[in-house]
């Protein structure tokens, strides 16, 4: 006698609720929105591309037949850009349940590279941060915006949560490569962070999670 075994996976109810996604305007953040709308959700799309952004916006409020999403231009290093966002998305459609820090960058040369034979014809530099500025520090405006935010709502009725943050990673933040060193250590950086955030806001009606990939870059 043979069994088979269902594999189907009863998605969440969603309807309704409203997210925060930032890196809207394209590749995976993008595809989240659709998404999201997809299953009833509206969404607050961010990125710094802003005509990028409200292009993406404008097609998934035409494909709907009304307005599930708005457009912000945001630079995610910039906590007071994300929080003006979230006034305007809050305006709009209310609470928020969901933030996916999601916008980020490939790894950008922080040192020139190693060469001893032209080193002393050049001067000694700053390094480039802007990999950590945006895959690290971006996402963690995001938290802080996203923890105070849940803070000052009552838990979602339907779900019983205050709220729900996604933050993005990658498999080099478990493994990494010795040709993105900032790339590596912001993915690592942001493991660790889900790692202690869950645990503090476990019993707060808090979820913090992490969504990862391979070989797969999520850009702004």
Known sequence: MTTTQSTSTTLPVISGDVAFVTGAASGFGLFLSQEL???GASVIM?????EGCKKAATDINKDADKIVAIAV????TCFEDQL????LGKKAFGRVDYFFANAGIPERFWLPLFDPASASSRPIT???????????NGQLNTAALAFQVFERQEPNPRSGFRGKLIITSSIIG????????????SKAGVVHFMRSMARYYADKGITVNLSEYFCCDVSS
Request: net charge negative; proline share 8%; with cysteine.
């Open 37 to 39: 709308v997809s299953r």
């Open 46 to 50: 961010v990125d710094i591309n802003e």
């Open 73 to 76: 231009k945001v630079d995610t």
């Open 84 to 87: 003006a966002a979230y006034e």
């Open 126 to 136: 700053k390094p480039d941060m802007t990999t950590l500025d945006v895959n690290l």
């Open 174 to 185: 478990f493994w990494p490569c010795k040709g993105v060193p900032l790339y590596s250590t």
